[in-house]
């Protein structure tokens, strides 16, 4: 069935510096890869997402690229800031019908000031 | 507050016992979706409505889990016969479907404790 891993479970940097996010998904149908950021008592919020048409796509200091041949995609933050600081999903969705989206475990970020 | 909301916010229950929850979808919004999301992982698909077609179902949800959305507005989630692994966030979302966007509107999560 449909799988997404994501990569690190944790990571932790310095105000300022960058921070990566890798996933990875299974289902070729994949088609829309969406990135959610989940605050603590709150539901997942979009951040950012990448069709599998566009290559890599830019919002302020949040990027996304996709290599849709390996099946990996990455988020990128850069200039880091403490309310950086949340759990993040990569999903993968299809759209047959309904864009039903299959999310990873999430990376908890810790950006220390 | 145009939102995707939901109630109750937290349930304890004991095992055995039947649990329902709400979820009120942004009104324009025909997509509606339930997820599961237990500590440290991500939301895990339950199934999702268009209107009030249900149109999917995950193997996850077992015959102890219902859902409905009776006019295509709100949705209920029920689960009968609690038992403790059923302890999670149950998350709801919607979407507008037309635009067919893919973005999901989360609510904030109906957290339930089976002790």
Known sequence: ?113 | DTGVSQDPRHKITKRGQNVTFRCDPISEHNRLYWYRQTLGQGPEFLTYFQNEAQLEKSRLLSDRFSAERPKGSFSTLEIQRTEQGDSAMYLCASSPGQANTGELFFGEGSRLTVL
């Open chain 1, 1 to 113: 069935g449909e799988n997404v891993e994501q990569h690190p479970s944790t990571l932790s940097v310095q105000e300022g510096d960058s921070a990566v996010i890798k996933c990875t998904y299974s289902d070729s149908a994949s088609n829309y890869f969406p990135w959610y950021k989940q605050e603590l008592g709150k539901g997942p919020q979009l951040i950012i997402d990448i069709r599998s048409n566009v290559g890599e796509k830019k919002d302020q200091r949040i990027a996304v690229t996709l290599n849709k041949t390996a099946k990996h995609f990455s988020l990128h933050i850069t200039e880091t800031q403490p309310e950086d600081s949340a759990v993040y999903f990569c999903a993968a969705g299809a759209n047959t019908g309904g864009f039903k989206t299959i999310f990873g475990a999430g990376t908890r970020l810790f950006v220390k000031a």
